[in-house]
């Protein structure tokens, strides 16, 4: 059964920071891209950061310069760390998995983050 299980969401500050975890579950996760996306309300669910199994990344325009994604190998878990956030970058954040030879997605269930003063 494959889990991916986000957290480190919550509220916070503009201009502060957050660490957003995921970890997986029963997937080869080595082989997985990896990705952080997320979904305000009323607007369409977007691609925030990605990073593939050789470690490349790549960043939505909207937050490159502040956010940084990273993954660990060896406890099945990749991150999604944000500084200087802003009111803007409140929504629903999910994790992904991508194969990438089927191209079958995983999804996590999703963590919300809140940037108000």
């Known amino acids: 059964q494959v889990q991916l299980v986000e957290s480190g969401g919550g509220l916070v500050q503009p201009g502060g920071s957050l660490r957003l975890s995921c970890a997986a579950s029963?997937?080869?996760?080595?082989?997985?891209?990896m990705g952080w996306y997320r979904q305000a309300p009323g607007k369409q669910r977007e691609l925030v950061a990605r990073i593939s199994s050789g470690g490349n990344t790549d960043y939505a325009d909207s937050v490159k310069g502040r956010f940084t994604i990273s993954r660990d190998n060896a406890i099945n878990t990749v991150y999604l760390q944000m500084n200087s956030l802003k009111p803007e970058d409140s929504a629903v954040y999910y994790c992904?998995?991508?194969?990438?030879?089927?191209?079958?997605?995983?999804w996590g269930k999703g963590s919300l983050v809140t940037v108000s003063s």
């Open positions: 992904n998995a991508l194969h990438p030879g089927s191209l079958i997605n995983y």
């Open positions: 029963g997937i080869g996760f080595n082989i997985y891209a």
